[in-house]
């Protein structure tokens, strides 16, 4: 088992790190939830418009999917289009269900366009300049080699240990990440600017309130905000929460560093698994450490789980609150008392029916007694039309 195994053990504690216990159930399991799908690859480009886009369609079913009883075949579906003819397996005892119960997480799984193998501690993934120590060190009395006790001792900043992902996986939900990364790496290997490049620590919101223009810069910020903005039927604030823990974390993988690192809220730095375990690029984005280990364990799309059984951030200030705006320039970002509110993770909730598809958040998010979350009550036309910008999204329901 993981615990018993030096290796793995030495590697966690060098890089001060605790194996958690339920780690090593990973050990010798086949992941049930990575199968071959029809779909075809996805096409070169970072924006991953038009899959977002077909993936908001395929969301308007899933609220009513959701409370269906299981049929008596054995097939499940997935939100990306493919189906899995085998009986599903749970991840975890303690989510075991009766045969005769509908099982929530079916109607969210999502199944990956390749296979892979099951998830174990393997090495880990560093990116970004570290200084290694010299093969031989000058003392008062000569040059000095390093013994093997010293190397083996190394100690990696923590800034540079990067998630492990399975690169190669192509859908939406990973390739709307992993593209954005690779080609804000591309543009500093290239030799540009790296504040050109991550844009200012402030999240920027233009690109969430209208249309990218010629000239506009490809930013984690503007990166997250298209993104959002392409996900429609999702709470404002809560949209907004992901637009600013997104831009943030972005920023790190792109250029990993100490202070790109500082600005990252503490709930998105990568867990010891995510470090430790090769996994599905999409489970690095919620926000909440628990989800984020059990996705690497079984994978179910939290995007349309968002949209259609609700969380909350509780926000209980208006619009302008959470959005300042530069008198000057018009420029509009995430308010600094709006970034502190969401990455507290106490002031999130849950519905009952979206802990259903996520048991591992039972216990550790606030969940309330009611099936689903409504929307907020954020009037984003009139604080748009205060001052002086007209919503796009409200011309083209006007104009039917």
Known sequence: MLRQDARSQELAQRLGMEVPEYIERLQNRSWPYARDTSRGQVEDDVSQRAQLQRRHAASRGAGEEGRMESESSTAMHSRTGSSDQSTPVPFSDMNMRSPAVSDARNHFRVFCSGDHTAPTIETISIFGDIPFPPAEIKTEYGYVTLRQQQVLNLRVPEYLIQPLLFDEERCPMAAVYTDFRDYGRRQIAEGKPLESVLGSPKVDLALYFRERQPGDPHTPATWACEFMRLLKDFDTYVALA?????????????????????????????????????????????????????????????????????????????????IDMDSETGAMTVSESFAQHVCDLSNWSISQRFADVFPELRGFVHEVEQETIPMSKADLDEFLRQRGIVNPESEIIAGG
């Open 242 to 322: 992901y637009i600013f823990s997104y831009a943030r974390f972005m920023r790190w993988v792109i250029a990993p560093s100490a202070e790109t690192y500082a600005l990252l809220p503490q709930a998105m730095r990568p867990t010891p698994m995510q470090r430790l375990v090769r996994h599905h690029p999409g489970v690095d984005l919620p926000i909440f450490p628990e989800l984020r280990d059990g996705l690497i364990q079984d994978m179910r799309d939290y995007i349309v789980a968002t949209q259609t059984l609700g969380t909350s951030v509780n926000w209980e200030h208006r619009l302008d609150g959470a």
